[in-house]
């Protein structure tokens, strides 16, 4: 990643994503600004969630992982929901990757 582009974007929001979410967001800032991005099946990338931050089992941890979610949803709701990498025969209701019923395209 180029500084240049990051900074063009704005970088991490930092405020309202302050632990999730942050680098999805930049990603869809980078998209928005009409940059693509490109993967290799060749870089092997190991990220472990929570590692540092542990589980999200306190109110506090809670209540904040809820307005994260809330501020995503409502700065990215129609790219999530027509996420050109989801397939779109699957949910948007459940995590769980099942099929979508009613069908969401026919």
Not at 15 to 32: E, I, Q, R, T, Y
Not at 42 to 68: M, N, W, Y
Not at 84 to 103: C, G, K, M, Q, V
Request: proline letters at 7%.
């Amino acid at each position: 990643m180029r500084k240049k582009l990051y900074e063009e974007v704005g970088g991490f929001e930092e405020v309202h994503l302050p632990v999730s979410f942050n680098d999805v967001d930049f990603c869809l800032k980078l998209l928005a600004a009409g940059y693509l991005n490109l993967w290799t099946p060749f870089a092997v990338l190991v990220h472990h969630e929570s590692a540092t931050r542990g589980l999200e089992d306190t109110p506090e941890k809670i209540k904040r992982s809820h307005q994260e979610i809330e501020f995503m949803r409502q700065k990215w709701e129609k790219i999530l929901d027509a996420d050109p990498a989801y397939n779109p025969n699957l949910t948007l209701e459940h995590e769980d990757w099942s099929l979508a019923f009613p069908p969401r395209i026919t």
